[in-house]
């Protein structure tokens, strides 16, 4: 089994930052993509960010210039640097993973159970 643990929300003021982890453990081989993803109250789960093992990135354009994703391969850990938050920012972020599990030969996506952030004054 393959378990992923956000940690690092909280509650923000607007223009503040907070950075958030993700790791990944478990009967684990290898991960392609892991990326970070968010939901609002009332919306649809929208991608944040998200790197593959090679370091190649790619933004949702609304947080671009603002979140930077990076990513600790021996750790099998993400982070999400958010800076510049806004009140709009607030949601529920969670983080997935493409794992290739011992003694299997396919990947499968695994998901962390999501961390509060919250951007208020």
């Known amino acids: 089994q393959v378990h992923l643990v956000e940690s690092g929300g909280g509650l923000v003021q607007p223009g503040g930052s907070l950075r958030l982890s993700c790791v990944a453990s478990?009967?684990?081989?290898?991960?392609?993509?892991m990326g970070w993803y968010r939901q609002a109250p009332g919306k649809q789960r929208e991608l944040v960010a998200m790197?593959?093992?090679?370091?190649?990135?790619n933004y949702a354009d609304f947080v671009k210039g603002r979140f930077t994703i990076s990513r600790d391969n021996a750790k099998n850990t993400i982070y999400l640097q958010m800076n510049s938050l806004k009140p709009e920012d607030t949601a529920v972020y969670s983080c997935?993973?493409?794992?290739?599990?011992?003694?299997?030969?396919?990947?499968?996506?695994?998901w962390g159970q999501g961390i509060q952030v919250t951007v208020s004054s």
């Open positions: 478990g009967s684990i081989v290898s991960i392609y993509g």
């Open positions: 997935n993973a493409d794992v290739l599990r011992h003694g299997t030969s396919w990947n499968l996506i695994y």
């Open positions: 790197i593959t093992d090679g370091g190649i990135t």
